[in-house]
């Protein structure tokens, strides 16, 4: 049993390192504190909220998140507005809806039950507007990169001057956490860009880390209740093994064999 | 089964036993003699017989919701992962099933590598162990293609490409597995059905697996044929039952952890793009459990030629019954091809260190080197070591060591420092 677990251990570690560098490029990012890491990770109520108001307010005018709905903003593990929050929030954009009964294509409201309003019409138009890039869409943009949170908010803050000898074109800006250090998004941030209801000081830094939550949730919306089940099914695995343990060894202590 | 001459309690049980032996079956699973001084290693093929029926089930659900169309796949996974009723934990379940899948059945294969399982006269179950191999890389490359992301698309168009290295034909082949001109939504289509098709043929052939294990019976540590049944054996329920369970659950606690603790760390960032055919991932890699292949594909550089030794080192182990000329099984009793087991162990794990690193510079050479080795271990140390090798005297039986005394206790003694039991 000891030289079993001794051995499995050992080839786990291995498969590990493997994993570690198969994860790939060795970028120092920022740290902060993510309040969704861990055993017992939940989201801050407060953080999805003014990361909300961030990508509404500057986000959403080039970057889509087209697998959200308004409904989303006031479920729980979200960003739990109230229901008429969520509803005011949807009754401010405008939705294109239709045919109608005339055939034709009108606008109203928006409702909970409606996706997020996409910036662009289509991908074409997208890249237009931007000078040939497109703004990825944001659902599930934390987890289809390789750092997670940590490059997103590195990368945010991550905007200085090109070293000398670096040629830019226009409309190309040096981020040093961008992979080949070009982007063609320009830096979005700065101090007091937004003004956030709860009176939190708006700081670039704080601004990054309030709207990656909020894309870490919108990437995961199930978050929380993945960790609290997960608790309790690895809890419950464990004191049935241990169980199971001792009942094998009683079956086994028939025989002169140990287990 | 004939040996057992078991007749139903009831009435109606012996009624219907008459006309379908299926009691007689249960009587012969449940008093299967096993050796009694299996361990842990001989748990994985319980574990793995969870993680098949485990991937069934979720895959099932998936299909339910899932829409195998190029222009939905990526959406409906989305709405798998967000509006479903726990289709996350479904969904996680199943990717990282197939992790553990192969985790396990790596596990199981290199147990056989040293405990020599797949001599006579088991060849049969090891030949069949390798097609369900064969299969279980087919489905799981087929499975990690359906989310539609980018490293999905890219795979499989890498991976469908290695056909046109075949001469003459190859171009035709690659068009027909298509359906079309690239990667699209025909092959899209077929390849879920063939995702679907290809588990339930794995399950009919891990049933014979079985059946074949349950002719000779299985092997044990020490390697030596036994009495069946016998002082060195007990009945497969309760004491089988109740190991493989208890390693069951201990596998389930590292599963679990992965599913929802890190369920993302086994994937690749990229598939959570959709698939694009006009932009290539900087990096295309398949899955973590195929990298030593990969590492030997690329280490060679004709393609067709790397295409053959890929699928050589796969095949070269149906051949290895015959490969391996030692009469003795256990690498317990065989001191030199212990060493030889590990540095094949190494191997291996570098062989898909290095099939994760661009295919360059010291990553390239040191894949070719234990690409070479690969091949050495099993057409010249194996056929070689056979004859040239001082084996140690084998025990008599698995109890008599304990019973002392015997004339092999030297043997004995070594075996109980290398904590066998």
């Keep these: 049993m000891k030289n079993f677990l001794g051995i499995f251990t050992l080839t786990a570690l291995l498969l590990g390192f493997q994993l570690n560098s198969y994860a790939a490029e060795k970028v120092e990012y920022l740290k902060t504190d993510w309040s969704f890491k861990g055993l017992f990770g939940k989201f801050d109520r407060a953080a999805l909220q003014r990361g909300y108001q961030v990508y509404t307010e500057v986000c959403s005018s080039c970057h889509s998140m087209k697998y959200l709905s308004y409904r989303n903003l006031a479920e729980k593990g979200g960003p739990e507005f109230s229901e008429a929050q969520a509803k005011a929030i949807a009754a401010s954009f405008e939705v294109k809806d239709g045919p109608n009964a005339d055939g034709d294509m009108f606008t109203r409201p928006g409702k909970l039950s409606d996706k997020f309003v996409m910036p662009y019409e289509n991908v074409k138009a997208a890249q237009a507007a931007n000078g040939g890039a497109y703004p990825p869409d944001m659902s599930v943009l934390v987890k289809a990169r390789g750092g997670g949170v940590d490059y997103i908010y590195s990368l945010l803050q991550g905007y200085e001057d090109p070293p000398a000898g670096v040629k830019l074109d226009e409309g190309v800006y040096y981020n040093k956490y961008m992979y080949g250090n070009k982007i063609k998004m320009s830096n979005q941030l700065s101090d007091g860009l937004v003004e956030y209801g709860d009176g939190t000081n708006a700081t670039v830094e704080q601004m990054s880390k309030d709207v990656t939550t909020f894309l870490m949730w919108a990437a995961e919306p199930h978050l929380e209740s993945r960790h609290r089940m997960g608790f309790k099914a690895i809890v419950y695995l464990i004191i049935l093994t241990i169980l199971v343990y001792f009942s094998m060894k009683r079956i086994w202590s028939r025989i002169e064999t140990k287990v | ?421």
């Design chain 2, 1 to 421: 089964m004939s040996e057992h001459q078991y007749t139903p309690k009831s009435k109606f049980g012996k009624w219907f036993n008459d006309r379908l032996p299926l009691l007689t079956l249960a009587n012969h699973l449940t008093d299967y003699p096993t050796p009694k001084n299996l361990n842990y290693w001989w748990t994985f093929g319980g574990i793995l017989t969870f993680c098949l029926i485990t991937q069934i089930v979720t895959g099932l659900v998936l299909a339910m919701h899932y829409i195998a169309h190029a222009d939905m796949a990526f959406d409906s996974v989305e709405h798998i992962m967000r509006d479903v009723n726990y289709g996350w934990l479904i969904r996680y379940i199943h990717a990282n099933g197939a992790s553990m899948f192969f985790l396990a059945v790596y596990i199981h294969i290199f147990r056989s590598l040293f405990y020599g399982s797949y001599k006579a006269p088991r060849e049969i179950i090891w030949i069949i162990g390798i097609i369900i191999y064969l299969l279980m890389m087919a489905a799981a490359f087929m499975g990690y293609v359906l989310p539609w992301g980018q490293m999905s698309f890219w795979g499989a168009t890498v991976i469908t490409n290695l056909f046109s290295a075949i001469p003459l034909v190859g171009e035709g082949i690659v068009t027909w597995l298509w359906g079309g001109y690239s990667v699209d939504n025909p092959t899209l289509t077929r390849f879920f059905t063939l995702h679907y098709l290809i588990p339930f043929l794995i399950l009919g052939l891990v049933v014979l697996h079985i059946w074949a294990l349950h002719v000779p019976g299985n092997n044990n540590p020490v390697g030596i044929d036994i009495q069946k049944p016998s002082k060195d054996t007990v009945p497969f329920h309760p004491y089988i039952v109740i190991k493989d369970g208890f390693a069951l659950l201990m596998f389930m606690i590292v599963f679990a952890f992965f599913v929802f603790y890190t369920p993302n760390i086994l994937g690749h960032a990229d598939n959570y793009i959709e698939a694009n055919p006009l932009v290539t991932p900087a990096h295309i890699v398949p899955e973590w459990y195929l990298l030593p292949f990969y590492a030997i594909l690329r280490s060679v550089p004709d393609k067709l030629l790397g295409v053959i030794a890929m699928l050589s080192a796969i095949f070269i182990l149906a051949a290895l019954p015959w490969l391996d000329t030692s009469k003795i099984r256990s690498a317990v009793f065989r001191p030199l091809y212990r060493q030889f087991y590990w540095i094949l162990v190494a191997d291996v794990l570098i062989l898909g260190y290095v099939g994760a690193m661009p295919a360059e510079g010291l990553y390239l050479l040191i894949a070719r080197v234990a690409t070479a080795y690969y091949f050495l271990h099993f057409l010249v140390v194996l056929p070689i070591l056979g004859f040239k090798e001082k084996t140690l005297p084998i025990p008599l039986s698995i109890t008599e060591p304990i019973l002392g005394g015997s004339p092999n206790l030297a043997a004995a003694k070594n075996k109980e420092s290398l904590n066998i039991k």
